[in-house]
């Protein structure tokens, strides 16, 4: 199969069409929201003041107590101040991440549930156990006849008791799945070192995974044996998909993205990744003099997702590389 070229949408192309306009028209949007916003602000100062004077007057409380009610009605009404801008920046990002996916054929949704890929990532550890998550930045589409999706996920737990209990966010990267014009005969898991360990420490021999049972798979290559750990039920088969080239390929890609605790999965047609990268896509800016300067670092994210679809695919046996120029 040959290279499916795509070529990467132009910033000046995008600034001088649609987009560039519609930008236009979210100028007075955006100061208005500001607007909206510092208005906003004065009042909850007000409100808090309001609360202090309140609280000293009318109920028995000490400073401890005082403070504790101030400090309640600041958080409330900054998050109720903030809004307005928030969803200004909401729009603005949705606007320019849509132009960005339908320049390239794809989709894109700001908001979406886990998908099937998220769902085997979690059965195979490669995400945290978790109590709550949370989906957004979902793209869509085909690179030449291999389907490709990516979304991000915040994921977070519960901890402590009582008055300590909080909210711990334990993973927020992404998700991604490339496909293949093959079918694999097994399931393969790549993680990394020592992600499943036995009751009495050490490597699992052999774990389980959407009731398929994966047996732990001994690399020669001592340098990927201190990296990554390989279970699978296909011996032959994992060996000739992963190999210390495949290895340099899933560490470059942490580097590019300072991400980490990345892992991969082989199966039926799919390559599925899960790697921390913190947050992306972020192109909405409350203002306008940002525009560009986003629009250009979103661009610079999603090609190099698109460059790994293509370096993941091997060239032996399975589709040829996919590029986005």
């Not at 995400?127 to 869509?140: G, L, N, Q």
């Not at 896509?281 to 190099?304: H, Y």
Request: net charge neutral; aromatic share 8%; proline share 3%.
């Amino acid at each position: 199969m040959g290279v499916a070229v795509i070529e990467r949408p132009d910033v000046d192309t995008l600034m001088t069409g649609e987009l560039g306009q519609w930008l236009e028209s979210q100028v007075s949007v955006r100061e208005a929201a500001k607007a909206k916003t510092g208005n906003r602000r004065w009042i909850v100062v007000g409100a808090v003041l309001c609360a202090g004077v309140f609280a000293l007057i009318a109920l028995p409380v000490n400073i401890v107590t005082l403070m504790w009610i101030c400090g309640i009605v600041g958080v409330l009404g900054f998050a109720w101040s903030e809004h307005p801008k928030k969803m200004a920046i909401k729009r603005v990002k949705d606007g320019i991440n849509t132009a960005i996916a339908q320049s390239l054929g794809f989709t894109y949704e700001q908001k979406c549930e886990a998908g099937e890929a998220f769902v085997l990532a979690k059965f195979c550890r490669l995400v945290p156990s978790h109590d709550r998550a949370r989906f957004e930045d979902k793209w869509s589409g085909n690179f030449g006849d291999v389907p490709f999706s990516l979304h991000e996920a915040t994921l977070s737990e519960r901890r402590g008791s009582g008055k300590n209990k909080r909210w711990v966010t334990v993973f927020r990267g992404l998700i991604m799945s490339v496909g293949y014009n093959r079918r694999f005969h097994g399931t393969t898991l790549l993680v990394r070192d020592n992600a499943h360990r036995s009751f009495f420490g050490g490597k699992k021999d052999h774990i389980k995974v959407n009731d398929t049972h994966l047996d732990y798979a001994v690399m020669v290559h001592p340098d990927f044996e201190d990296a990554f750990d390989i279970y699978t039920s296909d011996q032959v088969e994992a060996r000739d998909l992963i190999d210390p080239v495949y290895v340099e390929r899933l560490i470059a890609l942490e580097r590019a993205y300072k991400g980490k605790d990345i892992g991969t999965i082989f199966h039926e047609g799919s390559l599925i990744v899960a790697v921390k990268t913190g947050d992306m896509f972020e192109s909405g800016s409350i203002e306008a003099r940002d525009d560009r300067a986003r629009l250009q670092q979103t661009l610079d994210q999603f090609g190099k997702l698109a460059d790994l679809a293509a370096t993941l695919n091997r060239d032996e046996g399975l589709p040829g590389p996919i590029s986005v120029r």
